[in-house]
């Protein structure tokens, strides 16, 4: 068994700098006894810094909370998560709350934005709640690469749905965090809106040097990963690099057999 002692730098430390996100021995359960569910069990697993990676398994398989626990969003019950050399689990509520603020970006289906803001406010607003100053250089390549350059003064209701998922998707990646965490962030967007946002996150990683960690379940949105972890029963079972939209489906298919004859 692999454990956080055998790695290099072990009291404390993630270990491998060129880990964006590790996870040792992580084990989610609800309940206890008769009604006790396992979310994840006993899953290891460590995210490449620089890359694209897809989680994907059929409903229940826990791929959204393996990407919760990892982000700090929910709590194991056992096991370790790191972010970069932090140790994740065991940090306190305000130690929590600021490795959130200040090493993490999040994109979800919902686009979070605030009404009363416009584009560019939105974008800034995380770091102005932290009290930093924007690096403008930077947030004038993250605009660029969102392709937002003319829609900046423009609140929400006057952008569409796929505009909206840009402004959500530059503010994760305004704060140059360590890590973005996405769960389905193309789930509410036609599929056009949708390519273009996965188009963006794939040029984040390729051009800025992000790393991205997405739940799918769109075998399409899996395909612009550089890995697909697949989860089945609160485990990872297949790990695919350089994934084709042909070679998920087809992945996912034997998800689907499997459930009809159990």
């Known amino acids: 068994m692999t454990t956080a002692e ?3 730098g072990a009291s404390g430390s993630g270990g491998d700098s060129a880990v964006a996100a590790r996870g040792r021995q992580v084990t989610k359960s609800y309940g206890t006894e008769e009604t006790r569910v396992v979310a994840l069990d006993a899953v290891d697993v ?20 393996l ?13 370790r998560i790191w972010i970069g050399e932090t ?16 090493q993490i970006g999040f994109i979800f289906q919902a686009y979070n934005l605030l009404p009363t ?16 100053k924007p690096d403008q250089a930077w947030l004038t390549t993250v605009v660029e690469t969102v392709g937002l350059g003319s829609r900046l003064k423009h609140r929400p209701t006057q952008l569409s749905g796929g505009q909206q998922q840009r402004v959500a998707v530059a503010r ?9 965490f996405g769960d389905e962030p193309t789930g509410n967007l036609d599929s056009r809106a949708g390519a273009e946002i996965l188009g963006f996150l794939r040029r984040s990683v390729d051009d800025l ?8 379940h769109d075998p399409v949105a899996a395909s612009y990963a550089d890995r697909v972890l697949y989860l089945a029963d609160g485990r990872i079972v297949d790990d695919m690099a350089d994934p084709t939209a042909e070679q998920v489906l087809e992945r996912m298919a034997t998800f689907d057999a499997r459930g009809r004859t159990s």
């Open 172 to 180: 994760a990646l305004a704060a140059r965090p360590d890590i973005i």
């Open 46 to 65: 460590d995210i490449v810094r620089g890359q694209f990676t897809a989680i994907m398994g059929p409903s229940g398989s826990g791929k959204s909370t």
């Open 6 to 8: 055998t790695l290099p």
């Open 117 to 132: 803001l416009n584009a560019i406010e939105n974008i800034t607003l995380p770091m102005d709640i932290a009290g930093r």
């Open 209 to 216: 040097g992000q790393t991205i960690v997405m739940v799918t």
């Open 87 to 102: 140790e994740v689990t065991g940090l306190k509520d305000k130690q929590l709350t600021r490795l959130r603020r200040d």
């Open 67 to 79: 990407m919760h626990c990892l982000a700090g969003l929910d709590t194991v019950t056992s096991g």
